[in-house]
């Protein structure tokens, strides 16, 4: 069975003081690795996309890594506008070869960013 | 471009009541989901549409929920009765062929 372990569960920055969320995943044969950002009361945000180990992708201050059973996402210099749940999903091949598979959602990190 | 719309956004009803939720996928979008969101958790997919059909519903609790996508549009998503443990967020998301998800609001349900 697929699985996706997030640590920590609550993380508290001082503006400014970079830092990393982490994602351990468990699927064989990843179809993606996907980093949503979810604010209070709204839908998840899609961020990323990473496909392949050794694989980055950068989006402002945000920075997200893929090995082979993990993923960071990594937040240089962070403002109070970073405060979010960040999610991490992975999706496994789907029967019949086709990109249909389903994302197993981890439990997400809360992250605060105090001014 | 206009994103995934979901209606209502809130619901209170009393165990063993009947409700159900609607959502427009972003237009031309094939594949559409409904997640499950129990408070301090991720989304949990209960069901996936490609066009009409069904593609995945391993997680969906058939005796009380069920959901279907006419026309390959529009879908709802109805749970009959429900229970205590239904109270979570009903997450609707859509994609092309599969591939990056891009969520609406959610639905907040409160079953008392």
């Known amino acids: 069975e697929d699985q996706v372990t997030q640590s920590p569960e609550a993380l508290r920055l001082q503006e400014g003081e970079s830092s990393s969320l982490n994602c351990s995943y468990t699927?064989?044969?990843?179809?993606?690795l996907f980093w949503y950002r979810q604010d209070p009361g709204k839908g998840p945000e899609f961020l990323f996309t990473?496909?392949?180990a050794g694989e980055e992708k950068e989006k402002e201050r945000l920075k997200a890594t893929l090995t082979k059973k993990e993923s960071f996402l990594h937040i240089t210099a962070p403002k109070p506008e970073d405060s979010a749940t960040y999610l991490c999903?992975?999706?496994?091949?789907?029967?019949?070869?086709?990109?249909?598979?389903?994302?197993?959602f981890g439990q997400g990190t809360i992250l605060t960013v105090h001014p | 471009e206009a994103g995934v719309a979901q209606s209502p956004r809130y619901k209170i009803i009393e165990k063993r009541q009947s409700v159900a939720f609607w959502c427009n996928p972003i237009?031309?979008?094939?594949?559409l989901y409904w997640y499950q969101q129990i408070l301090g958790q991720g989304p949990k997919l209960l069901i996936q549409?490609?066009?009409?059909?069904?593609?995945?519903d391993s997680q969906l609790p058939k005796d009380r929920f069920s959901a279907e996508r006419l026309k390959g549009v529009d879908s709802t998503l109805k749970i009959q009765p429900a229970k205590l443990e239904d109270s979570a967020v009903y997450l609707c998301?859509?994609?092309?062929?599969?591939?990056?998800?891009?969520f609406g609001p959610g639905t907040r349900l409160t079953v008392l």
């Open positions: 998301a859509s994609s092309l062929r599969g591939g990056e998800q891009f």
């Open positions: 699927v064989s044969g990843l179809r993606g």
């Open positions: 990473l496909y392949s």
């Open positions: 999903a992975v999706r496994p091949p789907s029967a019949g070869g086709t990109s249909y598979g389903k994302l197993t």
């Open positions: 237009s031309g979008h094939a594949t």
């Open positions: 549409f490609q066009n009409n059909g069904v593609v995945d």
